[in-house]
Structures are given as C-alpha cells and as structure tokens.
T-cell receptor, first 111, second 112 residues
C-alpha cells in the first residue's frame, strides 16, 4: 500500500462546476499538506499549503485537512478552463524536508 | 529573479550509455531533489541532498547517482541507461525555513 493514495482520474467537468480532489494517507506523522498544480509539459508549482488540520482558503481554492480520517481535499469553485492541469497532493512530517506525493489527478475543465 | 533550470530539456540516448542531467538553482537553497514522473506513479524520489557533500538515496535510486560539490548544482547520472529509465525527470530545491519545493521545467529522457 502506498503512503499516499490519489485517484488519478482523469476528471472532466464543465466550466463553473465545483471540483473536489482528494488524497488519503497512512502515515500519522504527516503534519504538512500541500497541493501542487502542474500544467502540461511544465514543472509542478505550489498551489496550497496547510499545517496540521483545518481549512485554508485562497480565492476560488479551499484546502481541507482531516487528520482523524487521514484525508485531505482541494475544492475549486467556479472552475475555469485555465484550471485544467494535473493536481498533486504532497505531505511531509514535522522537520522533514522530503515530500511524499500522490499519483496526481488529471483535471479538464470544459468551456 | 531566482530560478531553477534543467538541461538538456530533451535527450535521446541508447541503452548502456552514461547520461548526465544537469540541475542548477540560484535560490541558494540547501536542499535539492531529483524525481522521475511516470504515468500512474506520480513523482518518485530518486536522490536528494541537504547540503554540499551530502547525498541520500530515495525510493527509486537503483541505476542513478548524484554528487553535490556546491550549493547551486546537483547533477543526476544514469550509469548505464536502460529503457526502463525512459521518463520525465524533475529537479527541485527548498530551504530549511519550510519544505515548499520549487521545481525545474523537467528533462524528457528517452532510452532506445
């Protein structure tokens, strides 16, 4: 079993829809949770960063962490074609510099 | 502006050849990482370094090596390229204040 599991999709939704992307993990030591966005033929870029449990909002994006269930989510409101990308979750434990990545979910927003 | 660059961006080589992929960062970050990205596997860590002269193996290190002689560079060497090493390779760096990693643009390697 992988430390971090992420449904690879692909996921295709119409413009304006609410998108929910999720990851589960098995390592209870994980404290830092991130979402990276990767456009086609580009390197990943950090989108959201949360520490421990709770929610974080940034514009149309909301990251949620539920440590009791070992489950994290990324919500995209009012999705746009420019949100079409691969979204990767990543996690690390306290004091660790290494990240453990999920497989990535390929998302397409249709105009 | 600080950045992280990789070269070459594309490489085609033959089985058995030695190949070196370059990674250069101007962030002055202590930590540098090499990943490979394949369909269905996401990003898998090959090697990483927490400073000059420090190198560590990741989860898929067999057939790869790195050396860190300065802060800016972490070249990745494939000792004897195999077709299973056909992949997209990403270099990343981070500082010790938080663990956000900044990624390079990637190198697409094909081993024939």
């Amino acid at each position: 079993q992988k430390e971090v599991e992420q449904d690879p999709g692909p996921l295709s939704v119409p413009e304006g829809a609410i998108v929910s992307l999720n990851c589960t993990y098995s390592n209870s030591a994980f404290q830092y949770f991130m979402w990276y966005r990767q456009y086609s033929r580009k390197g990943p870029e950090l989108l959201m960063y949360t520490y421990s449990s709770g929610n974080k909002e940034d514009g149309r994006f909301t990251a949620q962490v539920d440590k009791s269930s070992k489950y994290i989510s990324l919500f995209i409101r009012d999705s746009q074609p420019s949100d079409s990308a691969t979204y990767l979750c990543a996690m690390s434990s306290l004091g660790a510099q290494k990240l453990v990545f999920g497989q990535g979910t390929r998302l397409t927003i249709n105009p | 502006d600080a950045e992280i660059t990789q070269s070459p961006r594309h490489k085609i080589t033959e089985t058995g050849r030695q190949v070196t992929l370059a990674c250069h960062q101007t962030w002055n970050h202590n930590n540098m990482f090499w990943y490979r990205q394949d369909l269905g596997h996401g990003l898998r860590l090959i090697h990483y370094s927490y400073g000059v002269q420090d190198t560590n193996k990741g989860e898929v290190s067999d057939g790869y090596s790195v050396s860190r002689s300065n802060t800016e560079d972490l070249p990745l060497t494939l000792e004897s390229a195999a077709s299973s090493q056909t992949s997209v390779y990403f270099c990343a760096s981070s500082d010790n204040l938080d663990n956000e990693q900044f990624f390079g643009p990637g190198t697409r390697l094909t081993v024939l």
